[in-house]
């Protein structure tokens, strides 16, 4: 197996959103806002080579939103999807699956792009199967007015439409090497994919653990649907990385790729976090 981080960019997002009730006084260290109160954040996919297949979980932003919709998230970096896939040395072809661990725009956008003409909305990657399910993609297509924004039908009918979509069933997985933990809080049946690296596992973390800043339990967004089942669910994904010394990977934080957490007096907290090649 090989692992590979795809980096597709940066975008800011409002730091009080990001993360709720705590204080900007205690956030505002680990993450400094600009004059905005808008902080940077990561768009970090993931790129497992395993046998014969060429799975990618997550694909950022995207660029095929107006001018206007990049202009309320300041999209910047030097790094594309597309880009970063083929500075790994793969082709976008080469792509057989794409997991979605979620639909929000920021997680979803880049697996559709339009045609060369601009007329035809169609995946990103052509020979590949998207894996989402059931559950989250109704919620995802009848969406409540809260989160309506998040889901851009742009963004996910021509997944179906294209024939190219496929459901998770919970408890189940169609990957040898992924399991597949579901979890409510930010969003209806969220999947986290735990990655079985070696003797390791590497949990994606999407948005339940959007960044290592918010390990602590109460450190959680805003956007999250139901954050009390948020807090219940951060304790457990927590405790299975402490019992069987998982890796965190962060889709969202702009500093650290990966981190390492450990049991302490004050509540299970950071042991370690840096790039993911130190942990693997």
Request: charged share 25%; aromatic share 10%.
């Amino acid at each position: 197996m090989r692992i590979n981080i795809i980096d597709t960019g940066y975008f800011k997002l409002d730091g009080g959103a990001m993360f709720g009730v705590v204080p900007k006084t205690l956030w505002s260290k680990h993450n400094p806002a600009d004059e905005k109160n808008l902080c940077s954040w990561a768009m970090r996919c993931l790129l497992i080579e395993d046998g014969g297949k060429l799975i990618l979980i997550d694909t950022g932003m995207g660029d095929k939103q107006d001018a206007k919709f990049f202009g309320h998230y300041d999209l910047h970096g030097d790094e594309t999807l597309l880009s970063s896939i083929r500075e790994k040395g793969y082709d976008p072809k080469d792509i057989t699956d794409v997991i979605l661990t979620h639909l929000h725009f920021d997680h979803v956008g880049g697996a559709v792009q339009f045609s060369k003409d601009g007329s035809k909305l169609s995946p990103t990657f052509a020979n590949a199967t998207y894996w989402s399910n059931d559950a989250h993609w109704q919620w995802a297509i009848e969406p409540n007015p809260r989160e309506k924004a998040s889901f851009l039908k742009e963004n996910i009918l021509p997944l179906q439409e294209s024939g190219q979509l496929h459901f998770i069933e919970k408890g189940t997985s169609p990957f040898s090497s992924i399991d597949f933990i579901n979890v409510d809080g930010h969003t209806e049946q969220m999947m986290l994919p735990v990655i079985r690296y070696q003797d390791k596992k590497i949990i994606y973390a999407a948005d339940l653990f959007p960044s290592s800043f918010h390990v602590p339990i109460p450190w959680i967004m805003s956007y999250d649907m139901r954050p009390l089942i948020t807090m219940e669910e951060k304790i457990q994904v927590l405790q299975m990385a402490v019992n069987e010394d998982c890796i965190l990977l962060f889709e969202h934080d702009p500093l650290y790729e990966a981190a390492l957490v450990e049991q302490t007096d004050k509540g299970i907290r950071i042991k370690h976090r840096g790039g993911l090649s130190e942990f693997i």
